[in-house]
């Protein structure tokens, strides 16, 4: 996965900025992500769910509406219907510069926005909802005492999230006069509503209403515990995890690749371990270090995933010798350490200059009623297993640096 810095203009002229996640290898499809109410694409929600989807194969888009973060414009200028332009015009970059948007989310009320644009996007397979309103209106409540300041002045500064915003009449009377849930009656996508129980910002019972106007397919995951902009690490993790899964019913399977496309790629971005790993551009991997050496534990290490090709090796070639002899072996459980030794205490490693040599142990459970004759012989093909031997022989890795 790489991300990039993207901008692109508005229906309206306006330059909006973004983030682009582009998954490795090739991409399975393309998501568009429309963050909360005076929030902004890097809202740690939109970063955490944009990478879960990248790792599984899925390029995203996450941009800043019109006046919000690193988008131009003003946002007093802006309303419910801007927004939902703004929408429509990052997907239509996104088709031209990558391809036509499979997946909407939205957080908050950019989860409204998503519903809302749903209906003028083609492409789109399946909407996500993060915390959002059944009625754009809903966000009125956040600045209901400076209404009448609103109404009779036709704007007023108003503090959201702890931050001033200028709100205009034109505003207010957006919001009152879009309706939702018609919308999402006739939306036509399969539909994944997430909500927290807890949510004090928008209630539950949005979700509920959303839920109770949509078609079939619909789900609903409860977000217990969660608060409204997924503070928590884990929070956002779970629901990266969630949409990610959700949504790969509706992309297409990667189809084996050509010959020369390389067998495995490996990423790691611009600050800690965590590593996205690719294989035929098919299988999605993620790598990562323990917490005790720095890394946030989100996947196996290196070491780890080494042992992990021994064991289902060890395995897979046990599987294969016995269905040849026709063997009774029902099953076969590898147990994998790795760990560094002294040479001196390793009574049956190879000699060798260094003072320390790494080594796996190995434990092989072989199940079925075999005889002793046969749990002799398949634990001799254990070491014959291919990945077993090129640890023994020695790899060379052959290294060149790809031009800038």
């Known amino acids: 996965m790489s991300i990039s810095r993207v901008t692109f203009p508005s229906s309206s002229g306006i330059e909006l900025a973004g983030r682009l996640h582009l998954p490795l290898g090739r991409s399975r499809g393309w998501a568009l992500f429309a963050h909360c109410f005076t929030c902004s694409k890097d809202l740690r929600a939109a970063r955490v769910m944009a990478e879960a989807l990248s790792a ?49 989310l939205g957080h908050s009320l950019g989860g409204a926005a998503v519903l809302a644009a749903a209906a003028e996007l083609p492409s789109c397979k399946a909407v996500v909802t993060v915390g959002a309103p059944s009625d754009p209106g809903h966000v009125a409540h956040l600045f209901a005492q400076a209404r009448p300041e609103i109404e009779e002045c036709g704007e007023a500064m108003v503090q959201l999230a702890g931050r001033p915003f200028r709100v205009r009449k034109s505003f207010l009377e957006d919001i009152a006069e879009r309706k939702l849930l018609p919308k999402v009656t006739a939306l036509g996508r399969a539909l994944l509503i997430l909500h927290s129980p807890q949510d004090d910002t928008v209630g539950v019972e949005h979700a509920a209403k959303l839920y109770g106007a949509a078609r079939h397919p619909k789900s609903f995951v409860s977000l217990d515990g969660a608060d409204h902009l997924l503070s928590k690490p884990a929070d956002a993790r779970y629901v990266g995890k969630v949409v990610s899964a959700w949504v790969d019913r509706y992309l297409p399977e990667v189809s084996p690749v ?22 035929r551009d098919k299988h999605h991997l993620r790598a990562d270090e323990p917490k005790k050496v720095g890394g946030q534990d989100t996947g196996p290490s290196p070491y780890e995933l080494v042992s992990s090709g021994l064991g289902a090796c060890t395995s897979m070639t046990l599987r294969m010798y016995a269905d040849r002899k026709e063997w009774p072996l029902e099953g076969v459980l590898v147990h994998l350490e790795h760990g560094k030794e002294h040479v001196a205490d390793c009574a049956d490693c190879p000699e060798t200059d260094a003072a320390r040599i790494d080594v796996i142990e190995r434990r092989i459970e072989l199940l079925g009623p075999l005889d002793d004759t046969q749990r002799a012989r398949l634990l001799q093909i254990a070491d014959r297993c291919p990945v077993h031997r090129s640890l023994h022989a020695g790899v060379h890795v052959r290294t060149t640096l790809v031009p800038d």
């Open 56 to 104: 599984q194969g899925v390029g995203v888009l996450r941009f800043d509406f019109t006046g919000l973060g690193e988008s131009e414009g003003d946002f007093a200028d802006t309303h419910f219907s801007s927004n939902v332009e703004d929408l429509l015009a990052a997907a239509h970059w996104l088709g031209q510069a990558h391809g036509p948007p499979d997946i909407l």
């Open 258 to 279: 050509d010959s020369h496309r390389h067998d495995v790629e490996a990423y790691t971005g611009p600050s800690g371990f965590g590593t996205d790993l690719v294989i």
